[in-house]
């Protein structure tokens, strides 16, 4: 809904807890926290709109006609908290403004100019962040480059009076092209309305209606320049070799006979979608032939539509995002990494609510008629069909399908689960579509996606070409061993075992090291040492601690007895205690252990966190260092878990159906293999060598007997 400012106003006067609720039901953002910030900035910012001058112009307050707000940018995770639409000088103009319900109280200027010093630690200053939305804007939104609209950006603080630290250097010159507000007096009544006054002169009720329905859309100039960064081998981190290169070449097949049918020999029907599926191993290249795919077809300017990487999870988006970002030098190539769960239609929770009000069926496994129901009701699709050219989904083993067999109630992550399996809808919004996937990697509960599925889903969609590509027995990490991540899968029981002898890999002359430690201390001394030669080196582990220190603002300075990893073990001088904290992920930002970025924690100590499946899923390191604890267990002829030392949160019902399982029965046998999977992620991360310490004995002397018989 778009509503002028006078009428944004009476609502804010006049029924603040409906829009705080309507807020609610569109973010699905329903803590306490948040909507005590609403009901703290919506006032404020309707105090600075008092102006006759400002009465006539609109502010965005809608997402595709659900009442919101929050502008969410088109084809993005992203949402801005108000943009006020009209026309400026000559053209039509969109001022986004970031609205900061902060105490400043202690701030200070932080190390860069994109970080300030906020309730003691570093983080995201708030000018840096319109500054994205605004730069996102003129580059993806199909409107803004349509009508060369101006889009402009601001924060105003709608509780603190001073935030003189945000002013300041290394500050001043970001806050002097993105503005800052502070609630004063001066600012309410006359810095920030003149701010907008300067940038909306008069009304623009169409513009503002274009902008709320705009789609995304790819700069194609700046598709190029992303695309040549990463094809410059000075510069990309990823380089095909072998199969990866086969891989990629059918990839472009296919996009050629799909978006060139008249350069094609095989003539396809117009609207035919393509589907590639490329299966492999943890290591098989299956990220590079991602990275390179998108690299050529953005810059091919015969391709009419977007070319999107697709994301499955928090750590892969992020480190996604950082890895374009590094390697072309500006922040706006994060902008073409989408999330499996912008293919959302635009199914919410609230059109459930108010179906299922009217007493229409709407359930999971109606997930076809409610789609055909939403078409029906709504003006237009957020996430429409054909949406984008090609849609390339890395980790695609993670996509999230509701409707798979026995996974009734499975928590959402995000997804609207009423809309069916997220393969579907790539499918559906794509022209093609490029899977690249290991279905034993699937690991969490919600991950249901198989190859059989998506064949299935396309063939639906009237996909005419689907082809695969098997990686298997080629590897570009464990030091070029296909033979080692064989033997992995064989020792824990996913797979039948050949015989392998890999004794000789315990010894330093072979190409991949692997080593068991006496103690987690002599495991950590191990890979400082490897650390101190110039390698790259993690410390990793299953889910067999608690994330006690989740919350925690900053886990590394708390003192030893409050971390999550306090290991007791028989030293040299007595009982010893070693200690860690899990990976530190402020607001799903996984680079900080994974890429670990100059000025962060883990550039400083790279052993100081220990990282679990999901953050290394997809990256890899030099040298690992494994703490195999006792959530997998080896007894006598068999692995065994041990539920009491399993604390996975993404295994709640499979967890909940083997506790109720008097003895070992099929949800025990399904977390059995998701729990040798994780090990097998674990331990296939790592580019020339994995160290391992075993909490249980047995366990210990068990993969002992293996390497050597």
Known sequence: MLLDVQAFRRRVQFDLDGLVGDLQQETRRASPGEAGAWRNSLPALSDVLVSDDLQSFHVQVGSLGSLALEYR????????????????????????????????????????????????????????????????????????????????????????????????????????HYPIFARSESDVLKRFPAFLKARLRKPDPGFAERFTRGAYRQDRGFMVQVSKALQDEA?????????????????????????????????????????????????????????????????????????????????????????????????????????????????????????????????????????????????????????????????????????AAGKRGIPPS??????????????????????????????????????DSIKRFAKELGATEIEEVDLSGHQFRCAGAAEYVDWIEQTLGLKESNGTNLRWRSSAGGPFRFEVAATPSELEEKLRFENERGHSVRLLASYARPWITKKAASPNGLPREARDFQITYDGADGPSTWSAVWNFAPEQDYTLFVQAPPGSYMAKEPLGEVGCPYVVRGFDFDYIGLLWLEDLVWREDRWVIQLDHVHESAWKKTKSEAKKEKAPGPATAELLQRLQRGYRILLTHAMLGAYVWFADEETRLHVEWLLAH
């Open 235 to 403: 510069t990309s981190p990823f380089v095909l070799l072998d199969e990866q290169r086969t891989g990629f070449e059918k990839c472009m097949k296919q996009v050629n006979r799909s978006l060139r049918p008249a350069k094609s020999k095989v003539r396809q029907k117009p609207g035919s979608k393509s589907v590639v599926i490329i299966k492999g191993p943890p290591g098989s290249g299956k990220s590079a032939i991602a990275a390179h795919l998108w690299a050529r077809l953005a810059a091919d300017e015969s391709i009419d539509g977007a070319v999107v990487m697709t994301t499955t999870s928090g750590s892969q988006r992020s480190n996604w995002e950082t890895l374009f970002e590094r390697a072309t030098k500006t922040r706006l190539a994060r902008g073409v990494i989408k999330k499996a769960n912008q293919y959302n239609p635009g199914l919410s929770p609230r059109w459930v609510k108010e179906r299922r009000d009217r007493g229409q069926e709407t359930e999971i496994e109606t997930w076809r008629e409610n789609l055909r129901a939403h078409r029906i009701e709504v003006q237009e699709l957020r996430c429409p069909d054909n949406a984008y050219a090609i849609s390339i989904v890395d980790e695609a083993h993670a996509l999230i399908d509701p409707t």
């Open 73 to 176: 940018l088109p084809a993005s995770t992203s949402w801005a908290d108000a943009v006020l639409l009209g026309r400026g000088e000559t053209r039509p103009s969109a001022v986004i403004v970031e609205l900061k319900d902060w105490r400043t109280d202690g701030d200070e200027p932080g190390p860069t100019e994109g970080l300030i010093r906020h309730a003691k630690r570093e983080q995201l200053h708030p000018s840096d962040q319109v500054r994205g939305y605004a730069e996102y804007s003129q580059r993806f939104h199909s409107v803004v480059q349509d009508e060369e609209a101006d889009v402009s950006g601001c924060v105003f603080f709608t509780f603190a009076s001073d935030v003189q630290p945000y002013r300041e250097k290394p500050h001043e010159i970001l806050a002097g």
């Open 414 to 451: 995000g997804w609207a689960m009423h809309a069916g399996p997220q393969a579907y809808h790539i499918l559906r919004a794509s022209k093609v579509s490029v899977f690249l996937l290991d279905g034993d990697q699937s690991y969490r509960d919600n991950e249901t996606t198989t190859i």
